[in-house]
């Protein structure tokens, strides 16, 4: 292969599209995108995805679950040419790279559990395949099946016994639901990445002691160590090398423990160990026509550059050695640097405050974007503006790297590739009429920063809110706003000062707007969605304070308004003329 050819590898499936950058040998870029399954993922979907992947490359191979077929491999392919037309091509299923980066060209079995699961062997040019029918029909052993399982046990228990599995309440708490109600109608919308994404709760309760989640994680083992055993009968292979892969194999030892102890009584001389090699890698390696040797399977990051959220705290070292009420005195001093900060930024805050109201005022959106605590802070405003000022819910948006599980839980590597932030922006389809306003503490998250180069290129306006005035990253915005709350008492926490000036940040900006658009009546929220009875009751006495009719004739006025308050208020004025 000619020296310096850019071979793109790219590996997609229930969980995440992982692609690596590899130039002789070298990685120059990998990074992680949403999932992408050729049959359950739209085309137009699977397009954006892929936009925005490198695009000057020579190679290519690209590989997702859901393209089993001769006619899903050229559809496929012809999918890809769009978006790399000089390049060379090649594609196919998931397992083809799986077996790619776990055998190369050797023969032996590669044992696949992660969201799904399958178990594919190689023996010359003869290829066995066990398992991997899918969710509805197989995928046994994966973590939907250990997930869909965990959950059906759950609730014949306590139909049967009005009785709850220990690990009921843990479940609950992930997935931040109440009852068992609430949990069946999550299971009827939720689609098999999020139910899969309960496994490892179903893992630490048979860490603990609990014997139904036991049982199993042991009948996942099993039926993967039976369908590896019928495998390598099949390819008649008397002492194979079997490669695990998959979330469940690579980060639950227990579970190749079990694995390990049913297959190796049927098939005693199997040499059994992890994959040593990344899917993608295997993508990349096939697109090279098995020529590509890599040399190192981590780019190297440059060094960070510590800013001011990052810095030790000059006085707070002793916290450990500080009573409850010290404590207290302490944090609440820390305190006034929030509002020092967003005294120093008026001038910013009302500019952003006059983008927001100009942009809603043009027909545009306002989009926040985030990760982790900035992202979920960019999310709770969005979500509360639709019942304050009774906005339609699509007019502010939030954004979080990880998606919606990162609300309720950390998503590890979510905030780390800017290609994501792109395609977030990409998949919300923003325009230039649109506003996006990047929420980072540090300002260098490169999901926010990713998202923010989109939109500029896209001529949306764009506002970059951060806590580091010395952040050091490079971003075109066309507002900056610095909130220098400095060091942390606990150095790096985020969710502290530049937390809470973040949040009333946000508040200043989307209260100021909505003031400026009329959307309040003096200090009044006329515009509020009375959809229960506090604010049905706050409806009624808003109504009676700006009519000075009674409450039963502003009951009225509102039933007949369907308790819209402005329209009640409209209809009085009517009357009245």
Known sequence: MPAGERILGVEGGGTKTAWALVIDGKILELGRLPPSNFRLTPSDQLTKILRVLPREVDRVGIFLAGCGTEEDRTGLIKLARAVWPKAQIIGGS????????????????????????SVTGRCGGHIEKAGGWGHILGDSGGAYFVSVRALRLILREYDLHRGE??????????LGLNNFDELVRWAQTADKTEIAALAPVVFRAADDGDNAAQEIISAGATVLAHFAAAVATRLELKAP?????????????????????????????????????????????LAANGSLTVLAEKAHAKPEIIGATEEPHPTSGNLEKLSAREFVEFFVGEEKSVERALRESVDELARAIELTAETIKSGGRIFYVGAGTSGRLGMLDAVEIPPTFGTPPDLVQGIIAGGSTALRRSVEGAEDDERSGALAIDQRN???????????ASGRTPFVLGALRRAHALGTKTILLTCNPTRGASIEADLAINLATGPEIIAGSTRLKAGTATKIALNIISTGAMVRLGRVHGNLMIDLQPTNTKLRDRALRLVTQLTGCDREAARSLLERADWNVRAALAENELGRG
Request: hydrophobic share 45%.
């Open 94 to 117: 998931d397992r083809d790279a799986g077996v790619a980066a776990c055998l190369r060209e050797r023969d032996g079995i590669v044992v696949n559990a992660g969201t799904g699961s």
């Open 165 to 174: 599995r220990r690990f009921a309440a843990h479940i609950l708490g992930a």
């Open 241 to 285: 090398e079997v490669r695990l892969m998959g979330g469940l194999f690579e980060h639950r030892k227990s579970y190749v423990e079990a694995f390990r102890g049913v297959l190796e009584p049927k098939v005693p001389k199997a040499h059994i160990v992890l994959i040593d090699s990344a899917p993608e890698i295997g993508a990349a390696w």
């Open 430 to 440: 923003v325009s230039g009429r649109d506003l996006v306003m990047g929420i980072s």
